[in-house]
């Protein structure tokens, strides 16, 4: 029988790689990519809680987690063709303007 | 049931480390892909059809667009690898695990027991947009701002003078 547990294994194991992919990655596209990965797998764990708590405000809570996906990737990748532009790569170990 | 749900799991966690070691980026989208639709299964399989959907048009048909658009853009080639391996990194994942085991550890004490029977279960879009117009109102609004946010920031970003 399919339980809470299932969910809730599987998108910390997902959530998990995507962190990986964000700590090891330098290349920015693919740190976005990551992130991705991230966001959704934290939707695994809200369709689980609103399957197992039949409860309507998780699933609200994903739209909204939808919303800021949506934003972040299309300003990240604005970012990244701007710093492509300017610095010509990607590689963000490349990136030292606002070391201090 | 169950089977078919881990098979699910197993083929998005390929798809997953397939974006993470992948080393032509156009083929790391594609898997990117694939894993999309692998998360509206799981949507699917909790009875929830419409994110199911949204899921699939907003991921797989938008954002996977602009992330292949801006490959192309930047004419990203197949690259040597470019991991990070050095200490911090792996202090990092070190850190990571054991979040990851903690995460586990806790939830599964407290949440798996805890079952709240909420009276506003409803999984059709009927419920759904209820839910938003009435209780989730402001914040949908704010939603929406985020997202002219959103679009005036990637036009100043991505404009040539900055």
């Known amino acids: 029988m399919l339980g809470f547990g299932d969910y809730l294994l599987v998108s910390v194991i997902l959530f998990f790689v995507g962190a990986i992919g964000v700590i090891f990655r330098r290349n920015l596209i693919y740190i976005l990519m990551s992130l991705e990965i991230m966001l959704n797998s934290i939707n695994i764990t809200l369709i689980g809680l609103a399957r197992y708590s039949r409860d309507t405000n998780p699933q609200v809570l994903i739209l909204f987690i939808l919303v800021v996906a949506a934003v972040e990737v299309a300003v990240g990748l604005g970012i990244a063709i701007n710093l492509m532009r300017v610095k010509g790569t990607v590689d963000v170990d490349l990136f030292k303007s606002l070391k201090g | ?162």
């Open chain 2, 1 to 162: 049931m169950k089977v078919i749900f881990y098979v699910n799991a197993f083929f998005s966690l390929v798809f997953a480390l397939g974006v993470l070691f992948g080393k032509n980026p156009l083929r790391s989208a594609l898997s990117l892909l694939l894993f999309f639709i692998s998360i509206s299964l799981y949507f699917f399989f909790a009875g929830s059809d419409y994110l199911g959907f949204v899921q699939i048009i907003v991921y797989a048909g938008g954002i996977i667009v602009l992330i292949a658009f801006v490959i192309i853009i930047l004419g990203l080639r197949r690259e040597s690898p470019d991991f990070d391996i050095s200490l911090r990194s792996f202090v990092g994942i070190i850190l990571l695990a054991l979040f990851a085991l903690g995460v586990l550890y806790g939830m599964g004490k407290s949440i798996l027991h805890f079952v709240p029977q909420s009276p506003y279960f409803d999984t059709s879009v009927a419920g759904i947009g209820d839910a938003i117009f009435s209780r989730y109102l402001l914040p949908f609004e704010v939603a929406s701002i985020l997202l002219l946010v959103g679009v005036v920031l990637a036009f100043i970003f991505a404009k040539k003078e900055v």
